[in-house]
């Protein structure tokens, strides 16, 4: 059955008139008579009472008549909806990302989001450290993963959305607490509390380069899976860390954060997203970020 002929049996049901119906179609009148007549001869049933003076519908034709309106408005909505689909209004987009430091930019991101395009759905997948979501976003795991800066995978793109500060924690009662800045080097033989080996975090592989660079190797006695945990463990006495300004909002009783000494240690966090990905989800998504979560102006394009 032709969809066409579904068509032409509302405009003649409607109308009532062969003559009326075929110009609401912008067709000619013997067509439309050859698709009702096909209709009925599919259907097995007379649709409708015709003669030279009046056109009525049958009992078969009014209880066709109803279902066959639901039908055509069911499939108009299916194609509006797969067009806003096509065009990013509808859709799902999976993201990555990792606790603390990202709790300011990824409210903005998914609060922009759903006012501008609430028939998106943006799936969230936490404790995904920057270097597991690049990978992720890379094997097509992930549409979308906050990451950090330098970020280097064969058919990912990357875009800048936020600095960070690298900063010390440590206990209230610590004997460096008291000082306004904090020298990598004075935490030399300190116990660390960090993110596990070999989960993907930058900011543990950062932690390593910096105090590397001061002439030790921090030893670690704590690992936890975020920021929250591993500053609680921090302001419990287990040991110190390196954070970063991000968390300065994580207060914990007996903790205190002081800037490092020195050059400040920048850290960037981006956007990353596969290049090839025909996600038109994603295309909505990463347009809504370009006003959410600009680039940093220091940070260029």
Known sequence: MELRYLTSFIAVAEELHFGRAAKRLQMAQPPLSQQIRQLEK???VQLFERNTRSVRLTSAGQSFLKPVRTVLDDLDIAVRVAKAAGEGEYGRVTVGFAGASSHATLPLLTRAVRASHPGLELVMNGQTY??????????????LGFVRLPASQPGVETRAIDEEELMCALPQD?????????SVG???GEPFVSFPANAGSTLRDTTFHVCEEAGFR????QEAPDSYTILALVAAGVGVTLT?????HIQQTGL????LAGPPVLLQSALAWRKDNPSAALRSVLAVAREALPTPSRTGD
């Not at 921090?218 to 006695?221: G, M």
């Not at 970063?244 to 300065?248: A, I, M, T």
């Open 42 to 44: 599919e259907l097995g």
């Open 130 to 143: 920057a270097n597991v979501a690049l990978q992720m976003v890379a094997d097509g795991s992930l549409d």
């Open 174 to 182: 610590h004997p460096l607490a008291g000082r306004e800045r904090i």
């Open 186 to 188: 004075d935490l030399a």
């Open 218 to 221: 921090p030893r670690v006695v």
């Open 244 to 248: 970063l300004s991000s968390c300065l």
């Open 256 to 259: 205190v954060h002081r800037p």
